[in-house]
């Protein structure tokens, strides 16, 4: 199954010439890649630490957190932030 999906999404992603060469850019698709992209798709939902706790399945926090610092982290842009106030 995991096979035909990755074929799949292969064909849909690769261009002609990437085909004729036989590339192929998704390798290792696992459930767990589906999980992490389910939680943060919750994320961008606005969904709350909570609820993504039930709605993931898990019996404590941990997880979540460690996906959502890691999402918040990128979207505060620490660095592009500190180089817009340098160049004022």
């Not at 010439?17 to 036989?22: D, L, R, T, V, W």
């Amino acid at each position: 199954m995991w096979e035909r999906i990755i074929k799949k999404m292969n064909a849909a992603v690769t261009s002609d010439k990437e085909k004729e060469i036989g590339a192929e850019p998704i390798q290792g698709l696992t459930a767990h890649i589906f999980r992490h992209n389910y939680c943060t798709m919750l994320y961008y939902s606005g969904i709350s630490q909570k609820k993504a706790v039930e709605l993931m399945g898990h019996s404590d926090l941990k997880m979540i957190m460690e996906v959502y610092a890691h999402l918040d982290e990128e979207k505060e842009a620490v660095q592009e932030k500190l180089n817009k106030a340098i160049a004022l």
